[in-house]
């Protein structure tokens, strides 16, 4: 009796932190193990080439792990190798939770994609948009779906050069030494780079939805984030802060040497931020995670919505978010690849002929800054996650060829 209460608890207890996703042989997803070596291959001349100290290629097809493999460092200096469980700065792969996040509360009735912003954010209403030179009445308001979608008629300050791009870095919007509402302040007193809903531009748009969070759920988007997606998920070192106790584990960023021959550490700040105290959660880039957590949350997406019994969103839900919402919209960026269009915080893939990839119509995607990155490809039932600390990533020059890598090897 005794013995059979032991198991009863343990069962109790790994179902309440979540099974891990069970590891199979490439075979029995109908992929090849000889032509998943050449993902190891790749991945090992870009480490003995000098484009990156470490990296992590995982992936996962059917709800299975075939292929993971860590090479490298994941911090040089300190002579840490990568693994499973080293926690990487995420950027922009923040975007896609964020979107989970908020799409929770859509499920809740809490708002419509057609809403304006300014019901919920009353001091982003009536934004003046810059035109030639002079500020110029909206033609509408920003939607949350032009939250969603990128385009809001926001801008970054980051990636553009216009008056505006200007006017984001003179008022310091993405400064660390605010809360989120404050962030969002700024905003009101600067004119939008474009009339909402015309143009596709990369913006700070997730960075006020999840302000939205904030006003819709009454918590900082911190602890909303915790309790709404992290924990259920089980996503355990998920979070816009690093612990001391979890230091060791955090890689190291890189970026190119001056003569760009080889990596050396990156700006120190890329590491002490997180650690300190803040209210800047931000939701456009601020997360840290490990590559686990990350495979859940992807999982958690190609189920459905769904992951160990918890569920997070509806199946319908998710397709919505992963449909192209800009079609033939004019694109004022060009962080959207060729063949992509955008969902509600995804990139998805709409045409193969001209992204030239040999994956599947309907693929979703993002990435970060770092050069991390995933996609998730419904029609093939697989997830691929690539994890590097690199900045600016194109200097690794990997994230593309490992994803056309893990499509040469499915083999049913």
């Known amino acids: 009796m ?63 792990i075939a292929y993971w493999e ?21 950027y922009s792969m923040t975007k896609p939770i964020v979107s989970v996040a908020l799409m929770v509360l859509y499920e809740e009735g809490r708002f419509s994609l057609k809403d304006e912003v300014k019901q919920h954010i009353p001091e982003l209403g009536g934004l003046k948009v810059w035109v030639a030179g002079k500020e110029v009445a909206p033609d509408r308001e920003m939607t949350v779906q032009d939250l969603m979608r990128h385009t809001s008629g926001m801008t970054y300050g980051l990636f553009g050069d216009s008056r505006v791009d200007e006017m984001y870095n003179d008022a310091g919007v993405l400064s660390e030494n605010q809360s989120v509402a404050q962030f969002v302040e700024k905003l009101s007193k600067l004119p939008l780079k474009h009339q909402p809903g015309t143009q596709w531009d990369y913006s700070v748009s997730v960075d006020v939805q999840g302000r939205l969070i904030e006003v819709l759920s009454g918590k900082d988007l911190a602890t909303y984030m915790r309790e ?38 990156a700006n120190d700040g890329r590491t002490k931020r997180y650690y300190e105290e803040t209210q800047w959660y931000s939701g456009g880039g601020g997360l840290v995670s490990t590559t686990r957590d990350y495979l859940r949350f992807c999982q958690m997406l190609l189920n ?26 004019s694109r004022a960026s060009s962080i959207l690849a060729a063949g992509y269009g955008f969902g509600l915080n995804f990139a998805v893939h709409v045409d193969p002929a001209k992204s030239g990839l040999n994956g599947s119509v309907g693929e979703y995607n993002w990435g970060g800054l770092a050069g991390t990155s995933f996609w998730i490809d419904p029609a093939e039932e697989l ?16 994230a593309g060829q490992f994803k056309r890598l893990v499509y040469q090897s499915i083999a049913d």
């Open 228 to 265: 709404r997606v992290f924990e259920p998920l089980d996503m355990r070192d998920t979070a816009f802060r690093m612990t001391e106790e979890n230091s060791g584990r955090f890689a190291q960023a890189y970026k190119k040497t001056e003569d760009e021959k080889g990596i050396e550490p």
């Open 304 to 329: 459905g919505g769904i992951l160990d019994g918890t569920r997070i969103l509806s199946r319908k839900t998710v397709e919505l978010m992963t449909i192209d919402h800009v079609g033939g919209m």
């Open 70 to 90: 860590n090479v490298g460092m994941a911090d040089r200096e300190a002579g840490t190798a990568m693994a499973d469980d080293t926690i990487f700065r995420i």
């Open 2 to 64: 005794l013995f059979r209460i032991l198991l009863l608890a343990i069962s109790l207890l790994v179902g309440a932190i979540g099974a891990e996703l069970p590891r199979a042989a490439p075979a029995e997803v109908g992929l090849s193990q000889e032509r998943l070596d050449r993902i190891t291959q790749a991945l090992e001349s870009s480490v003995d080439q000098g484009h990156v100290a470490g990296a992590i290629g995982v992936v996962a097809r059917k709800g299975k």
């Open 383 to 398: 997830v691929g996650i690539y994890m590097i600390q690199m900045m600016p990533p194109r200097y690794a020059n990997g």
